[in-house]
Nanobody, 120 residues
Framework: QVHLVESGGGLVQPGGSLRLSCAASGSSFTVYAMNWYRQTPGKQRELVATITSDGTTNYADSGKGRFTISTDNAVNTVYLQMNSLKPEDTAVYYC??????????????WGKGTLVTVSS
C-alpha cells in the first residue's frame, strides 16, 4: 500500500519561495512517475510538474522557470521548489505516484495535499 504525505505549504508573500515535500512509503514500481498537481476551487485540476524514475522532468507552462521538481531516493521524497510565487499559485498541492512502465501514468496514488497561499 503506497502512502504519500505532503508538507511544506503555508502562507507566503508574492515573490517569495516555498519548498513542498512529499514523503512516499510502500512504493514498489521500478519505472515510475511522481507528479505534483494543484487544485483551486472552481478551477480545473492542473498537473504542475512530473519527474520519472530516469530523472526526466516536465513542467506546466505556468511553472516553467519558477518551479523545480526533484527527488531524494535515499529518503523516498519528491520535492517541488517554487520561486517567484504569484497569487495565482494559491492552491492545494497534491503529489501522486504511479507506474510508468508503459510510458503512460498508471492509476495514481494520491496524498492528502498541502495548502499554499500566496498573498500580501
Amino acid at each position: 500500500q503506497v502512502h504519500l504525505v505532503e508538507s511544506g505549504g503555508g502562507l507566503v508573500q508574492p515573490g517569495g519561495s516555498l519548498r513542498l515535500s512529499c514523503a512516499a512509503s510502500g512504493s514498489s514500481f521500478t519505472v515510475y512517475a511522481m507528479n505534483w498537481y494543484r487544485q483551486t476551487p472552481g478551477k480545473q485540476r492542473e498537473l504542475v510538474a512530473t519527474i520519472t524514475s530516469d530523472g526526466t522532468t516536465n513542467y506546466a507552462d505556468s511553472g516553467k522557470g519558477r518551479f523545480t521538481i526533484s527527488t531524494d531516493n535515499a529518503v523516498n521524497t519528491v520535492y517541488l521548489q517554487m520561486n517567484s510565487l504569484k497569487p495565482e499559485d494559491t492552491a492545494v498541492y497534491y503529489c501522486t505516484y504511479s507506474d510508468y512502465s508503459t510510458g503512460y501514468f498508471g492509476p495514481e496514488y494520491w496524498g492528502k495535499g498541502t495548502l499554499v497561499t500566496v498573498s500580501s
